[in-house]
């Protein structure tokens, strides 16, 4: 059975880190590209960072040197680095596993940061 599954959210405060994990199952992640999403509520869904077969990495700017995308082959799995959170970053995070025209989505996982 082909799955995707995030893991890691939580609740913390501003200015923490957390570390969110996409794990596949039924199929392997070597050469799919990986896009971390994010949904605030009443907002619609936002690309958020993504790695590429060839392990290019892509940040929204609102994320970029405080977020950091990372594939590990040997476990079938992306990790979503998250460092210096903010309010602003609260949102339930979805990966995407994509290649030509399959796609898989997990479950999401909730993310928020207040004080």
């Known amino acids: 059975q082909v799955q995707l ?4 959210g939580g609740l913390v405060q501003p200015g923490e880190s957390l570390r969110l994990s996409c794990e596949a199952s039924g199929f392997s992640l070597n050469g799919y590209g990986i896009i971390w999403h994010r949904q605030a509520p009443g907002m619609p869904r936002d690309w958020v960072a ?3 077969g060839t392990n290019l990495k ?3 700017d609102s994320v970029k040197d405080r977020f950091t995308i990372i ?7 992306v990790y979503l680095q998250m460092n210096n959170l903010k309010p602003e970053d609260t949102a339930v995070y979805y990966c995407e596993a994509t290649r030509l025209r399959t796609s898989y989505w997990g ?3 909730q993310v928020t940061v207040s004080s």
């Open 5 to 8: 599954v995030e893991s890691g």
């Open 58 to 60: 892509k940040y929204q």
């Open 71 to 77: 594939r590990d082959n040997a476990k079938n799995a």
């Open 107 to 109: 479950q999401g996982t």
């Open 50 to 52: 993504s790695i590429g």
